[in-house]
């Protein structure tokens, strides 16, 4: 990350302005996926906005891995957030509905069978 350069500090450093641990900085540096809320808070950390962090590319490449990176960092965060409120919501409503009721058998008069 250029930034972290041109500003003159060390991952460690910058883990500790971000609050979060020094390894996800590497992580993140050396092309990993991380959150939204983890781009934030290095955005944050650097006094820069989000887009700045990704830089101007080198050429469209590099662009592109960039771009499709922080989409899919978005998309499974957004994902997960999904995920877990449909779970809540399926959990919330059978509690709404109570237990199930057990079936009535009911003979038709017009039934074939005795």
Do not use: N, W, Y
């Amino acid at each position: 990350m250029a930034l972290i350069e041109e500003q003159g500090i060390t991952q460690v450093e910058l883990a500790r302005l971000a609050g979060i641990h020094p390894d996800t900085v590497s992580h993140v540096v050396h092309g990993g996926h991380c959150s939204t809320d983890t781009l934030e808070k290095l955005a944050a950390a650097l006094g820069v906005d989000l887009g700045e962090l990704f830089g101007a590319p080198a050429d469209e490449r590099s662009a592109a891995l960039k771009r499709d990176r922080v989409v899919g960092a978005v998309l499974r965060e957004l994902s997960s957030a999904v995920s877990s409120a449909v779970t809540h919501e399926l959990s919330e409503h059978k509690k709404r509905r109570g237990p199930r009721k057990r079936a009535v058998e009911v003979k038709l008069p017009f039934s074939d069978t005795v």
